[in-house]
Each structure stands twice: as structure tokens, then as C-alpha cells.
């Protein structure tokens, strides 16, 4: 089956400017979640959806990010104004959602704002 | 929120070598994974192991739920297996939380 899928692999931007991620999970999976990998540190989690619902954003910085999933399927993340610390790894998962699933993950963007 | 400790967290092995990767966490826990990061940074799923012991190849993996406490063997070491290993937890329903991982570097 095909895996989870990211888009684009690469981006640099100025500061203070605008950008946005894609994913697109493993057909059938119910659960997405965004997490962000700064150099040198494990993935922290920003966002979780359950189908088209919101489960816990609570760590994610809500003056500069947002993200959506219409639909329950693709989801995009976006940063603005992007900051030089917002410079990390944004990660996609998916996950079927029942019990003693595991979760799979795409291979992320690098961002990086100078 | 449930923490996460790995070690040790760095480990530098010559071929051939066996090692073990610890992982502790807090609580109790629905759902724990082990990955392997690339140098690519691709997160590749080696276990999910809440509880019990599974072995796939060269790599095994054993959870002590009730002391909460997983284990990652990997015998006889190769170069492809060097990169960041990340164990990771969570309760059902709740999104993984990880470690800070561990770096293992393989030589020939």
C-alpha cells in the first residue's frame, strides 16, 4: 500500500513570510497528526485530527499556525509569519485510529527561514 | 504528560557488534513504538510492541508494561543500521510522544 506523502520535501523562506505543507495519509486511516523535528530532537506533536476534527492542538502556536484536513483526508499546515525558530522538519502520521494500531509517517519538509 | 528517556544517547559500535537500547517511560502506556530515522530523516517503523516480546531479523524488541520499560537488541550490527533510534508512547487515543532518541553509529 502506498505510504503517507508529503509535499514538498524542501522549502526556504524569509522570515515573515507565508508557507504551507501537504499530506496526504494512508487511504483509510482516520488519524493525522503534524508534528515538528527541530535539529537534534525527537518529533513533538502540533496538531491531531480524528477525521475532519480537531482531537488536541494544544501545543500548537496558534498566532502563526493553522491547519485543516476538509473532508477527513488531505491535510495542509500552514505558518504565517514564519520565524527563524520555526527552521525544522514538519512530519505527517497517519494512523487506522482503533486500538492496537500503529502510526506510519511520511517523510517530512524541511523548512528553513532565514 | 508521560516523559520519555532513552540511553544511552549516543553509542558507537564496529560491525559485527550487538548492542541495547533502553527505553523508560513514566506511565502507563496504550501504545509504544520503536523507529529507526535515516540520515534522510525518514522515521521507519521497526516495532509496535506495547507489551511482550517480537524479533524481526537482526532486531528484537521486549516491553515490561508493569515497570515500564522497553528494550530495543540489534545483533550483529551493520553500517546501514547507523542513525537516530526513537522510542515512542502513548495512550489510547492520545498521539505518540518520543524520546530524544539515540544516536548509534556503525564502522566497518
Known amino acids: 500500500e502506498a505510504g503517507v506523502a508529503q509535499s514538498p520535501r524542501y522549502k526556504i523562506i524569509e522570515k515573515r513570510q507565508s508557507v504551507a505543507f501537504w499530506c496526504n495519509p494512508i487511504s483509510g486511516h482516520a488519524t493525522l497528526y503534524w508534528y515538528q523535528q527541530i535539529l537534534g530532537q525527537g518529533p513533538k506533536l502540533l496538531i491531531q485530527?480524528?477525521?475532519?476534527?480537531?482531537?488536541?492542538d494544544s501545543q500548537l502556536p496558534k498566532d502563526r499556525f493553522s491547519a485543516e484536513r476538509l473532508k477527513g483526508v488531505d491535510s495542509t499546515l500552514k505558518i504565517q509569519p514564519a520565524k527563524l525558530e520555526d527552521s525544522a522538519v514538519y512530519l505527517c502520521a497517519s494512523k487506522w485510529g482503533g486500538v492496537g494500531t500503529e502510526a506510519f509517517f511520511g517523510q517530512g519538509t524541511r523548512l528553513t527561514v532565514v | 504528560g508521560i516523559q520519555v528517556e532513552q540511553s544511552p544517547p549516543d553509542l558507537i559500535l564496529q560491525e559485527g557488534a550487538n548492542s541495547t537500547l533502553r527505553c523508560n517511560f513514566s506511565d502507563s502506556v496504550n501504545n509504544l513504538q520503536w523507529f529507526h530515522q535515516n540520515p534522510w530523516g525518514q522515521l521507519i517503523n521497526l516495532f509496535y510492541?506495547?507489551?511482550g516480546t517480537k524479533q524481526n531479523g537482526r532486531l528484537s524488541a521486549t516491553t515490561v508494561a508493569t515497570e515500564r520499560y522497553s528494550l530495543l537488541y540489534i545483533s550483529s550490527s551493520q553500517t546501514t543500521d547507523s542513525g537516530v533510534y526513537f522510542c515512542?508512547?502513548?495512550?489510547?487515543?492520545?498521539?505518540?510522544?518520543f524520546g530524544k532518541g539515540t544516536t548509534l553509529s556503525v564502522s566497518s
Open positions: 515512542a508512547v502513548g495512550e489510547a487515543g492520545t498521539a505518540l510522544i
Open positions: 485530527f480524528q477525521n475532519n476534527g480537531v482531537v488536541d
Open positions: 510492541i506495547p507489551s
